[in-house]
C-alpha cells in the first residue's frame, strides 16, 4: 500500500505549460507573468458559474485540478463564493431559467472582475440556439472579457483561455 | 363509456401501483400521452398511447407517486393536465419562458404566476437552509431547500429545471443528424449512451439494423465512459469524506482513460462518435493497443486503490450507514444504475433487455443490500472490473466490416433501453415521413433516483449531504432536459 501512495511521488506527472502555438497567445503570453505578478501577484480566484450546459464543460474544468494540470501552479484557483473572486468562468447557454442567478453572481462578485465565457455555448448557444428556454450566450448577460472555444474545451484549451485572461486586461 | 386506451392506461396504473411493473417513463407528443412499463419476464417494454383531445389524462402519480415529477414536467410542456395529480405544481417550468406550453398549444407566458410554494416542515427549533441554484462546487445548478432540526435534516426538498434548453422542442422537426448531435449533449457525461441510445431508436423506427462492427464499437464506447465516471466519482466521493489522496490517483487513472479515447476515437468525451446507422469513425488497430493498454494499467492500478479503501477505516467511518436508500424505495421508483443495484434492485438494461452485442458478451452484474455511500461506492468498484472485462472480450471479438450504413428517408417510431454509467437511458422517437423528427424524448436515469435523494438523506446531517448526493451523482441536465 505504502508502494501506491508513494509512486506518484517518486516521478510526478505534472507535464509542462501547454504549448502557445497561436502568434496571439504567444504574444499574450509574454504580458501573463508581468501583468498577473504586478496586478494580482500571481494569485487570481476563479468561480465557476453553470448557467446551462450539458455538463460536459464541467468535467473537463475538473480535469484541470487532476496532477497531469494542476491548475494552481499557475496561481489560478477555484473558490466556493463569487464574494471571494476575481474571474466568474461561464459555462453553458444562458437558460432562461438561470439568468437571474447568473446575474446575481456577478452582482456579487466584488470589483474589479473579469467573465470568461467557457465552451461553444457560452458563445453563441451552439445546438441550442433559438430555443424558447435558452437566451443565448454568456456575452447576451454579461460583459465577457475572453471567450475559450470548444465542445467541450478540453484542459489544455482551458488553460490557454485562463493564461491569456492574465493580460493585464482593463477588468470591468 | 372509457375507451379501449383509457381502459389500457388504467390498467396499467394499477399494475404500478401493484408492483406488478415498473415505470420506465412517461411523456408527451403533441395531444396524447405515452407511458413505458418494464413488467418481468417479457422480452420488451410495453408502450401504451393515449390520446387527450380535452386536454387532460387520469392522472398515474395519484396512484404511483414516482410518475409524479413526469406529470408536472407534461403539464408545463404541453398543457395536458393529470386529473387527480397529488402536486399540480409546475416543474421545469420557472415562469421565465415568454411561453408556455411549448410542445402543446403554445401561448404567450401572459400573467406571473404565484411564488413557487416549497413543502414545508414544522415544529419547535427546525430551520430552513436554501442552497443553489449556484452552488459551491464545480457543478451543474439545482436548488435545495433543506428544513433543519440542529445539523439533523427533517426534510430536503429539491427544485430542478434550472438547466431545461428545450431539448424536445429543439429536436421536432430536425433531421436525424441535428437529433443525433442535440442527443450527445442531453447530459455530457453520458454522451456515448445518449447517442447509442438515440441511434437504436432511430434505427428501430427505420426497421434498420447498424452493421455489428458499429454494435461492437458503440459497446467500446459506452464501456470506456463508464470506466471514466466510475473512476472519478469513486475519487470524488471519497474525496467529499476529506480523503483527498483518492481523488488524486483517481484523477489521474480518470485523465488516462480519456487520453485513450481522444486517441482512439478523437473526442475525449467521444461526443458526435454515434449516428444512426452505425459510428462516426472506425477504430484503428493503434487505437485497439492504445484501449489495450489503458485496461492493463487499471487493471494493475485500480484494485490498490479499492485495497486502500477496504483499509481505511476512518474513511469507511464517513461511507457505512449513511444515505441509506431502502429496497422498497428503489424497487418502487425502478432505480436503475448502481443506486438501485446498491439497495438490492437486480436490474441492468444490457441485461434485462439484452442488444448486441452484449448479448454474446459475458459479465456480471454486482448487487448488494445496504442501500449506503459503502454499497453505492462498491458497486462503482465491481462494475468498473466488469467493465474491463467487456472492454476485453469487446476488442478481441470486434468484427470486421463497415461501421455504418446510409439510412433510409421513411417514417416510424422507435425506442430504446440503454444502460448508461448511471442507469438506464429510455428514448423514444417518432419520425416523419421525410425522415424528419416528429417527436422525441429522452428519459435519463436520474428522474427516478433524484426524488429518492431525499429520502435518502432524511435523518443524515447536513454536512453529509454532499458526500451522500456526489453518490447518487444524478444528472441536473439530463433530467432538466
Given at each position: 500500500?505504502?508502494?501506491t501512495?508513494?509512486?506518484?511521488?517518486?516521478?510526478?506527472?505534472?507535464?509542462?505549460?501547454p504549448?502557445?502555438?497561436?502568434?496571439?497567445?504567444?504574444?499574450?503570453?509574454?504580458?501573463?507573468?508581468?501583468?498577473?505578478?504586478?496586478?494580482?501577484?500571481?494569485?487570481?480566484?476563479?468561480?465557476?458559474?453553470?448557467?446551462g450546459?450539458?455538463?460536459?464543460?464541467?468535467?473537463?474544468?475538473?480535469?484541470l485540478?487532476?496532477?497531469f494540470?494542476?491548475?494552481?501552479?499557475?496561481?489560478?484557483?477555484?473558490?466556493?463564493?463569487?464574494?471571494?473572486?476575481?474571474?466568474?468562468?461561464?459555462?453553458?447557454?444562458?437558460?432562461?431559467?438561470?439568468?437571474?442567478?447568473?446575474?446575481?453572481?456577478?452582482?456579487?462578485?466584488?470589483?474589479?472582475?473579469?467573465?470568461?465565457?467557457?465552451?461553444?455555448?457560452?458563445?453563441?448557444?451552439?445546438?441550442?440556439?433559438?430555443?424558447?428556454?435558452?437566451?443565448?450566450g454568456v456575452?447576451?448577460?454579461?460583459?465577457?472579457?475572453?471567450?475559450?472555444?470548444g465542445?467541450?474545451?478540453?484542459?489544455?484549451?482551458?488553460?490557454?483561455?485562463?493564461?491569456?485572461?492574465?493580460?493585464?486586461?482593463?477588468?470591468t | 363509456?372509457?375507451?379501449?386506451?383509457?381502459?389500457?392506461?388504467?390498467?396499467?396504473?394499477?399494475?404500478?401501483a401493484?408492483?406488478?411493473?415498473?415505470?420506465?417513463?412517461?411523456?408527451?407528443?403533441?395531444q396524447?400521452?405515452?407511458?413505458?412499463?418494464?413488467?418481468?419476464?417479457?422480452?420488451?417494454?410495453?408502450?401504451?398511447?393515449?390520446?387527450?383531445?380535452?386536454?387532460?389524462?387520469?392522472?398515474?402519480?395519484?396512484?404511483?407517486?414516482?410518475?409524479?415529477?413526469?406529470?408536472?414536467?407534461?403539464?408545463?410542456?404541453?398543457?395536458?393536465?393529470?386529473?387527480?395529480?397529488?402536486?399540480?405544481?409546475?416543474?421545469?417550468?420557472?415562469?421565465?419562458?415568454?411561453?408556455?406550453?411549448?410542445?402543446?398549444?403554445?401561448?404567450?407566458?401572459?400573467e406571473?404566476?404565484?411564488?413557487?410554494?416549497?413543502?414545508?416542515?414544522?415544529?419547535?427549533?427546525?430551520?430552513?437552509?436554501?442552497?443553489?441554484?449556484?452552488h459551491?462546487?464545480?457543478?451543474?445548478?439545482?436548488?435545495?431547500?433543506?428544513?433543519?432540526?440542529?445539523?439533523?435534516?427533517a426534510?430536503?426538498?429539491?427544485?430542478?429545471?434550472?438547466?431545461?434548453?428545450?431539448?424536445?422542442?429543439?429536436?421536432?422537426?430536425?433531421?436525424?443528424?441535428?437529433?443525433?448531435?442535440?442527443?450527445?449533449?442531453?447530459?455530457?457525461?453520458?454522451?456515448?449512451?445518449?447517442q447509442?441510445?438515440?441511434?437504436?431508436a432511430a434505427?428501430a423506427?427505420l426497421?434498420?439494423?447498424?452493421?455489428?462492427?458499429?454494435?461492437?464499437?458503440?459497446?467500446?464506447?459506452?464501456?470506456?465512459?463508464?470506466?471514466?465516471?466510475?473512476?472519478g466519482?469513486?475519487g470524488?466521493?471519497?474525496?467529499?469524506?476529506?480523503?483527498?489522496?483518492?481523488?488524486?490517483?483517481?484523477?489521474?487513472?480518470?485523465?488516462?482513460?480519456?487520453?485513450?479515447?481522444?486517441?482512439?476515437?478523437?473526442?475525449?468525451?467521444?461526443?458526435?462518435?454515434?449516428?444512426?446507422?452505425?459510428?462516426?469513425?472506425?477504430?484503428?488497430?493503434?487505437?485497439?493497443?492504445?484501449?489495450?493498454?489503458?485496461?492493463?494499467?487499471?487493471q494493475d492500478?485500480f484494485?490498490?486503490?479499492?485495497?486502500l479503501?477496504?483499509?481505511?477505516?476512518?474513511?469507511?467511518?464517513?461511507?457505512?450507514?449513511?444515505?441509506?436508500?431502502?429496497?422498497?424505495?428503489?424497487?418502487?421508483?425502478?432505480?436503475?444504475?448502481?443506486?438501485?443495484?446498491?439497495?438490492?434492485?437486480?436490474?441492468?438494461?444490457?441485461?434485462?433487455?439484452?442488444y448486441?452485442?452484449?448479448?454474446?458478451?459475458a459479465?456480471?452484474?454486482?448487487?448488494?443490500?445496504?442501500?449506503?455511500?459503502?454499497?453505492?461506492?462498491?458497486?462503482?468498484?465491481?462494475?468498473?472490473?466488469?467493465?474491463?472485462?467487456?472492454?476485453?472480450?469487446a476488442?478481441?471479438?470486434?468484427?470486421?466490416?463497415?461501421c455504418?450504413?446510409?439510412?433510409?428517408?421513411?417514417?416510424?417510431?422507435?425506442h430504446?433501453?440503454?444502460?448508461?454509467?448511471?442507469?438506464?437511458?429510455?428514448?423514444?422517437?417518432?419520425?416523419?415521413e421525410?425522415?424528419?423528427?416528429?417527436?422525441?424524448?429522452?428519459?435519463?436515469?436520474?428522474?427516478?433516483?433524484?426524488?429518492?435523494?431525499?429520502?435518502?438523506?432524511?435523518?443524515?446531517?447536513?454536512?453529509?449531504?454532499?458526500?451522500?448526493?456526489k453518490?447518487?451523482?444524478?444528472?441536473?441536465?439530463?433530467?432538466?432536459?
Open positions: 500500500m505504502r508502494r501512495l508513494l509512486e506518484g511521488l517518486r516521478s510526478p506527472l505534472t507535464e509542462s505549460g504549448p502557445l502555438d497561436d502568434p496571439e497567445m504567444t504574444e499574450l503570453a509574454r504580458e501573463v507573468g508581468r501583468a498577473s505578478n504586478a496586478y494580482l501577484g500571481r494569485s487570481l480566484s476563479i468561480r465557476h458559474v453553470d448557467a450546459s450539458c455538463n460536459g464543460c464541467e468535467l473537463e474544468i475538473h480535469a485540478g487532476n496532477a494540470y494542476d491548475l494552481e501552479r499557475f496561481g489560478l484557483r477555484f473558490v466556493a463564493s463569487p464574494r471571494h473572486a476575481d474571474v466568474l468562468l461561464v459555462t453553458g447557454p444562458v437558460t432562461r431559467n438561470m439568468r437571474d442567478a447568473l446575474q446575481r453572481t456577478f452582482a456579487a462578485t466584488p470589483a474589479p472582475k473579469w467573465v470568461i465565457a467557457s465552451g461553444a455555448c457560452a458563445l453563441d448557444a451552439h445546438v441550442f440556439r433559438g430555443s424558447y428556454a435558452v437566451v443565448g456575452g447576451f448577460v454579461l460583459p465577457v472579457d475572453v471567450h475559450i472555444p465542445c467541450p474545451p478540453n484542459p489544455k484549451e482551458l488553460l490557454r483561455g485562463l493564461l491569456a485572461l492574465m493580460n493585464g486586461k482593463k477588468p | 363509456m372509457m375507451t379501449e386506451h383509457a381502459h389500457a392506461w388504467t390498467e396499467a396504473t394499477r399494475k404500478l401493484a408492483g406488478e411493473a415498473t415505470l420506465v417513463s412517461l411523456w408527451g407528443d403533441g396524447s400521452v405515452n407511458m413505458a412499463l418494464s413488467e418481468p419476464g417479457r422480452r420488451d417494454l410495453d408502450l401504451l398511447h393515449l390520446p387527450c383531445p380535452e386536454g387532460t389524462f387520469p392522472s398515474v402519480a395519484a396512484h404511483h407517486p414516482p410518475a409524479s415529477r413526469l406529470e408536472r414536467t407534461i403539464a408545463d410542456l404541453h398543457s395536458l393536465v393529470a386529473v387527480g395529480s397529488p402536486d399540480p405544481r409546475p416543474w421545469l417550468d420557472h415562469d421565465a419562458w415568454l411561453i408556455r406550453a411549448p410542445l402543446g398549444a403554445t401561448k404567450p407566458r401572459g406571473p404566476r404565484p411564488r413557487y410554494a416549497f413543502l414545508t416542515a414544522e415544529g419547535p427549533g427546525l430551520h430552513q437552509i436554501p442552497v443553489g441554484p449556484v459551491a462546487g464545480i457543478i451543474e445548478p439545482g436548488h435545495f431547500r433543506f428544513h433543519c432540526s440542529g445539523e439533523t435534516v426534510r430536503l426538498e429539491e427544485r430542478l429545471g434550472y438547466t431545461h434548453k428545450g431539448v424536445g422542442w429543439l429536436m421536432r422537426g430536425a433531421t436525424l443528424d441535428r437529433g443525433a448531435v442535440l442527443a450527445a449533449r442531453i447530459s455530457g457525461d453520458s454522451t456515448v449512451a445518449y447509442i441510445a438515440f441511434a437504436r434505427e423506427a426497421g434498420v439494423e447498424a452493421p455489428a462492427r458499429a454494435l461492437w464499437l458503440r459497446a467500446v464506447m459506452a464501456e470506456l465512459e463508464r470506466l471514466a465516471n466510475h473512476i466519482d469513486f470524488a466521493v471519497c474525496n467529499d469524506a476529506s480523503f483527498a489522496l483518492m481523488l488524486a490517483h483517481c484523477g489521474i487513472l480518470r485523465e488516462r482513460v480519456l487520453r485513450a479515447c481522444d486517441a482512439a476515437f478523437g473526442h475525449r468525451l467521444m461526443m458526435d462518435m454515434i449516428t444512426p446507422g452505425g459510428v462516426v469513425n472506425d477504430l484503428s488497430d493503434d487505437g485497439v493497443y492504445t484501449i489495450g493498454e489503458l485496461i492493463e494499467t487499471l492500478v484494485p490498490r486503490l479499492v485495497n479503501y477496504d483499509n481505511t477505516a476512518s474513511l469507511q467511518d464517513r461511507t457505512v450507514r449513511t444515505g441509506v436508500l431502502s429496497n422498497a424505495l428503489a424497487m418502487q421508483y425502478g432505480c436503475g444504475g448502481f443506486v438501485g443495484r446498491a439497495s438490492g434492485r437486480d436490474f441492468d438494461a444490457r441485461r434485462a433487455y439484452p448486441a452485442p452484449y448479448d454474446h458478451l459479465f456480471e452484474v454486482p448487487r448488494r443490500i445496504e442501500g449506503d455511500v459503502n454499497a453505492r461506492l462498491w458497486i462503482r468498484a465491481h462494475e468498473i472490473t466488469q467493465s474491463l472485462d467487456i472492454l476485453e472480450q476488442l478481441a471479438g470486434l468484427p470486421a466490416g463497415l455504418r450504413i446510409d439510412i433510409p428517408e421513411r417514417g416510424g417510431e422507435g430504446a433501453l440503454v444502460e448508461g454509467f448511471r442507469g438506464d437511458i429510455f428514448v423514444a422517437l417518432r419520425v416523419n421525410d425522415g424528419t423528427i416528429a417527436n422525441a424524448h429522452a428519459r435519463d436515469p436520474s428522474w427516478f433516483q433524484w426524488p429518492l435523494l431525499e429520502a435518502a438523506i432524511e435523518g443524515n446531517i447536513v454536512a453529509d449531504f454532499p458526500i451522500i448526493n453518490s447518487f451523482n444524478c444528472s441536473y441536465s439530463g433530467q432538466d432536459l
